[in-house]
């Protein structure tokens, strides 16, 4: 996933929980990024 598209989906609230810290940098806590993955899957037919 692009840059660009991380920052369109976080605008919009689709992106997982972020944190940002002291520096002005985003991080995402691994435990919300596996969450918010499990919850995009689209069971396969």
């Known amino acids: ?3 660009a598209a991380f920052y ?5 609230g689709l992106a ?3 944190l940002k810290l002291p520096n002005g ?3 995402v806590r691994r435990s ?3 969450a918010w993955l499990e919850h995009c899957e689209v069971p396969a037919c």
């Open 1 to 3: 996933m692009s840059r």
């Open 8 to 12: 369109r989906m976080r605008a919009r």
């Open 16 to 18: 997982p929980k972020c």
């Open 25 to 27: 940098q985003i991080r």
């Open 32 to 34: 919300d990024l596996n």
